[in-house]
């Protein structure tokens, strides 16, 4: 798809052509068995080479900046990526875009995102009780299934 972004005629498809080769990257880092630090490395450049080359697009600029946000917070930079997405609505010609819109809920989102995940270690008190059962006693008796062994669930005749 790049090749093809480089040699198109129609400027219009070489640049859709360029952003989708770009996300086709940032799809391949979420491969575990991809080589995931290179296809980061590939999206940036293709992102980056989409920014310059279809400059007097703000469209695919804005998506290009988009997609290098997204690269810059799967690396863990969230200044980075607030400076991609804080780009991207200083574009002219995006103002209203879905890009810009989803620039700034990422915007929103990089401090929650940058935020170290703490899982709480502290111990049941009671451990051998079952959190899905009511509490305060009551009678688990059931009278119906009285006689019944496990055979009669198993759905064999």
Do not use: C
């Not at 880092?29 to 080479?49: G, K």
């Not at 690269?71 to 002219?92: C, G, M, Q, S, W």
């Amino acid at each position: 798809l790049v090749d093809f972004a480089d040699t198109a005629k129609d400027r219009l498809l070489g640049s859709q052509a360029i952003i989708i080769a770009g996300n086709r990257a940032l799809e391949m880092y979420l491969d575990p068995t991809s080589r995931r630090n290179e296809q980061l490395d590939l999206a940036e450049d293709i992102f980056n080479s989409a920014k310059t080359d279809f400059a007097d697009q703000p469209l695919i600029v804005a998506q290009a900046m988009s997609g290098l946000g997204v690269v810059a917070e799967n690396r863990y930079d969230f200044a980075a990526a607030r400076e991609h997405y804080t780009a991207l609505l200083a574009t002219p010609g995006t103002a209203g875009t879905p890009a810009a819109e989803v620039a700034r809920q990422r915007i929103e989102m990089l401090s929650l995102l940058a935020e170290p995940v703490i899982f709480d270690t502290t111990m049941s008190t009671n451990p051998g009780l079952d959190p899905m059962l009511p509490v305060g006693g009551g009678d688990w008796s059931f009278p119906e299934m009285d006689g019944l062994d496990s055979r009669d669930f198993s759905g064999d005749e």
